[in-house]
């Protein structure tokens, strides 16, 4: 059974750092890996979708890497700003297409 | 494009009403949606999966009969609590797919109920 960790739970930075969410998943044969946003009390935006034959994806200020064999994915977020506080959530998925989250982690960007 | 509607975004009732929350797919026709349940401060939980005339997927411990989900269409997915009850006060967020496995879900923007 497939189960996301998302580690740390809650991170403040000032604004300008760069900084990197973990996502550590326990079955290799994901399908793909998503990272979504979600600002509170709002449904989810999709950041990135890495498919298991890729080993990163890249959408401006943000890429995202996946390791299949040691079941980790990482979200680096260059030159943070207080507009990127939200809560990050990492997602694997099966063929199905059913996504199983991390419990996320909270962002503050301090300006 | 791929953009997810869910109605009402929010709704008050009282314990033992039942509730309908409308999920559609505006510009594309969704093979499956999914409808998750999140509490506050927690993750989302997936509850069902919805495929389009034919009967829901229901996860381990959700109650099928409690929660109804009817996919009349492409475009059209439907969850309705049952005599609701307190605990089911929470944030109910559905999810289209268009191609199974290689297609990013697109996420509604979430209804958020409270049951009194």
């Known amino acids: 059974k497939q189960e996301v960790t998302q580690i740390p739970a809650a991170l403040s930075v000032p604004e300008g750092e760069n900084l990197v969410l973990n996502c550590s998943f326990t079955?290799?044969?994901?399908?793909?890996l998503q990272w979504f946003r979600q600002d509170p009390g709002k449904g989810l935006t999709s950041l990135l979708l890495i498919q298991s034959s890729q080993r990163e994806q890249t959408s401006g200020r943000l890429n995202a890497s996946l390791d299949k064999s040691s079941g980790r994915s990482t979200l680096y977020i260059a030159a943070s700003q207080p507009g990127d506080s939200a809560t990050y959530l990492c997602?694997?998925?099966?063929?199905?297409?059913?996504?199983?989250f991390g419990q996320g982690t909270t962002l503050q960007v301090k300006p | 494009g791929a953009v997810v509607s869910q109605h009402p975004s929010w709704v008050i009732c009282k314990s033992g009403t039942s509730v309908k929350i409308e999920c559609r797919s505006l510009?594309?026709?969704?093979?499956?949606m999914f409808w998750y349940r999140q509490f506050p401060k927690q993750s989302l939980m997936l509850m069902a999966t919805s495929n389009e005339g034919s009967k829901a997927t229901y996860e381990q411990g959700v109650e099928k009969d409690k929660f109804l989900i009817n996919h009349a269409s492409l475009t059209l997915s439907t969850l309705t609590v049952t005599s609701a009850h307190p605990e089911d006060s929470s944030f109910y967020i559905c999810s289209a797919h268009r191609d199974r496995g290689t297609d990013t879900q697109y996420f509604g923007p979430g209804t958020r109920l409270t049951v009194l």
């Open positions: 079955d290799s044969a994901i399908y793909n």
């Open positions: 997602a694997g998925s099966s063929n199905t297409g059913k996504l199983i």
């Open positions: 510009d594309f026709q969704a093979t499956t």
